[in-house]
């Protein structure tokens, strides 16, 4: 099984940016599509974007859409989240990558419930 390590989560002022990382070890991760989550206090955790083994689809949730870019570089087992126009308190959360086995090249997945493996979250809070 993949291991998944998330980083880059700060404090950061509403409007800024920010770059979440994902690094993956363990096996071979262009198998997997990625995922992006977040969970903020006393919610449940939601879809934030999604990407394929390819990287060539991807998919945000809408209050993200247009402001946060989910990209993959398959050479270093890593998955990025690059979120700009940060929103508070909306984009305040821990923020999770997932991943999810599949043999087919051009699919994402946005129920957290299919995903296999988890990273343990990076924390990012938007200041007003």
């Known amino acids: 099984q993949v291991q998944l390590v998330e980083s880059g989560g700060a404090l950061v002022q509403a409007g800024g940016s920010l770059r979440l990382s994902c690094a993956a070890s363990?096996?071979?991760?262009?198998?997997?599509?990625m995922g992006w989550f977040r969970q903020a206090p006393g919610k449940e955790r939601e879809f934030v974007a999604a990407?394929?083994?390819?990287?060539?689809?991807?998919?945000y949730a809408d209050s993200v859409k247009g402001r946060f870019t989910i990209s993959r570089d398959n050479a270093k087992s890593t998955v990025y989240l690059q979120m700009t126009s940060l929103k508070q308190p909306d984009d305040t959360a821990v923020y999770y990558c997932?991943?999810?086995?599949?043999?087919?090249?051009?699919?994402?997945?946005?129920?957290?419930?299919?995903?296999?493996?988890w990273g343990l979250g990076t924390q990012v809070t938007v200041s007003s």
């Open positions: 997932a991943a999810k086995s599949t043999g087919i090249s051009n699919i994402y997945f946005s129920l957290p419930n299919l995903y296999e493996r």
């Open positions: 363990g096996r071979t991760f262009s198998n997997y599509a």
């Open positions: 990407i394929s083994r390819s990287g060539g689809s991807t998919n």
